[in-house]
């Protein structure tokens, strides 16, 4: 007997039809399962073994665990020795998500009065370096006068790291602040946390910032930052012409200068599905311990 | 380690997702010399870019050949992850393709040429004969390079491996030679005993006669 397969039909799926002539029922549901198998070909393959699904947001949180990309000092060992350190330290303190733009509030020991803590809040302006030296910057104006206290995140000192306000701003570095006027970089000392639903995204924070007149830290005109407004308002004509002479408008396109300031995908699922059962149980165990924690407060004695 | 940071350990950029190359990257870029600086680079690198996704192969020398082929690799595997549907995809083509036409080839033509699973390189590189230095041409005795795209229509550079020895054309003539020189032999050796017969029936009958005699 004739029989014309469908233009549109997958000829390699229906096959099974027509060479299959004495199968009483050729299961319709096989067929399905089939396709999906197919279709879900390339995903299968593209993960390798031993890999688990990674949440997209991961490499944001913990962009920490992530080694340089520079090829000079890659040392898989010395990697490998830093992320179970890390783990570690995290285990102990609370290393909580947060980003540039971020407020947060950090306690640390102090070294020269014993048993006793020095707290800190202020907007996290930077994040340096990566691995165990991974080093924030907060930035606080009190009484008048701006401070930035750098924080190496996994020093043993560290007692505590709360996020006071968990947002993003424009840019990735927020150094301008520091030349900017004193009331953008200003955080109540003694600020409530803002809670966020679980899951839900990260917003980002629009603000615009004005600049105190010149002389500033940085040449900020020629970085291409988004997060301030009133830059031309004081630069002169030579200054401007030197912003324009020195772009590099080529830059963004420089696909393997682009390549070789990443991690990429392969290694980064690697490194993280080593870390991904370990560092959600840690996760759990915090907010156990944090709940623990808030029970007890809430419940204040009777006096007599 | 913590409180004395090392500068090296700059921290990785993380917004766009991109996947492993699986040609050698050199930690550094090449300086290619020109006089417009870093923007004369890229621009030579277009023009080579554009060139072996128009010709599909391509000899030029080994210090281009090798720094822009990590660029047709990147520009093939982000094509394949992002698709035509991506605007920041769509601008980096239209840049680094300097013919309108190309972008449509890279997309439609080049992209689909790869299955789903390879992830592999998607250009070949051959090294290339050298030009005999002479005393006018002293500084072109530099390495040459084929570099070509994988996939493309034209016969292929090296021997297959099916010709490697029998169908070679010394090889073939051999085997004739030899084939013509034992059947030569057998030939011969027919003959001769073809001959003894003969003598020997010659000589049967000279005795015959002598006996009868």
């Known amino acids: ?304 | 380690m913590v409180g004395k940071p090392l500068k090296s350990l700059g921290y990785a950029e993380v917004t766009k997702l991109m996947s492993e190359l699986k040609v050698p990257v050199l930690p550094r870029h090449r300086n290619l010399s020109s006089p417009l600086g870093p923007e004369g680079r890229i621009n030579k690198l277009r023009q080579t870019v554009t060139a072996l996704v128009k010709y599909e192969r391509i000899e030029l020398f080994h210090n281009r050949a090798d720094e822009a082929r990590g660029y047709v690799e990147r520009l093939v595997s982000d094509a394949r992850r992002y698709g035509d549907q991506n605007k920041e995809m769509m601008e980096m083509a239209s840049y680094w393709l300097l013919e309108k036409q190309l972008v449509h080839k890279l997309f439609k033509v080049i992209c689909p040429r790869f299955h789903d699973t390879f992830d592999g390189p998607f250009t070949t590189a051959y090294n290339a004969p050298r030009k005999y230095p002479s005393e006018t041409e002293r500084k072109q005795y530099f390495k040459r390079v084929v570099l070509e795209l994988k996939g493309h229509p034209f016969p292929p550079l090296l021997p297959q491996a099916s010709y490697q020895g029998k169908y070679l054309i010394h090889n073939v003539l051999l085997d004739a030679a030899m084939k013509d020189y034992y059947q030569e032999k057998k030939l011969n050796a027919m003959q001769n005993k073809k001959e003894e017969v003969t003598e020997s029936v010659d000589e049967e009958k000279e005795l015959d006669n002598q006996i009868k005699e």
């Open chain 1, 1 to 304: 007997m004739l029989r014309i397969l469908p233009k549109n039909s997958n000829y390699f799926v229906n096959s099974q039809f027509l060479f299959l002539r004495h199968s009483s029922s050729a299961p319709a549901a096989a067929t399905n399962e089939k396709n999906k198998e197919i279709a879900n070909y390339a995903d299968k393959k593209r993960i390798k073994k031993g890999s688990k699904k990674i949440p997209n947001d991961f490499r944001f949180k913990y962009q920490d665990f992530l080694p340089s990309p520079t090829a000079r000092y890659r040392n898989s060992l010395l990697e490998k020795l830093m992320r179970k350190d890390m783990l570690e330290r995290r285990s102990q303190v609370h290393i909580p998500e947060f980003y540039v733009g971020s407020i947060l509030k950090v306690t640390i020991s102090d070294p020269h009065s014993q048993g006793k803590t020095n707290s800190f809040v202020g907007i996290c302006t930077q994040r340096e370096y990566t691995g165990l030296c991974t080093r924030i910057t907060l930035r606080n104006v009190i009484d008048h006068q701006g401070i930035d206290v750098a924080y190496d995140i996994y020093d043993p000192l560290i007692q505590k790291i709360e996020v006071l306000k968990l947002e993003k701003r424009l840019d990735d570095r927020m150094l301008y602040l520091r030349d900017a006027l004193p009331e953008y970089s200003t955080v109540d000392v003694n600020m409530e946390p803002e809670l966020l639903a679980e899951g839900a995204p990260v917003p980002v924070n629009e603000t615009i910032v004005k600049m105190k007149p010149l002389p500033w830290m940085q040449k900020w005109e020629r970085k291409e930052l988004k997060g301030i407004e009133n830059l031309d308002q004081y630069l002169n004509l030579w200054r401007k012409q030197q912003r324009e002479k020195q772009a590099t408008p080529w830059e963004k396109y420089d696909l393997m200068k682009e390549y070789r300031r990443t991690i990429p995908e392969e290694q980064q699922n690697k490194i993280f599905s080593e870390i991904f059962d370990r560092i959600n149980k840690i996760n759990e165990e915090h907010k156990i311990k944090a709940k623990a924690a808030r029970r007890t407060i809430t419940k204040p004695q009777n006096i007599r």
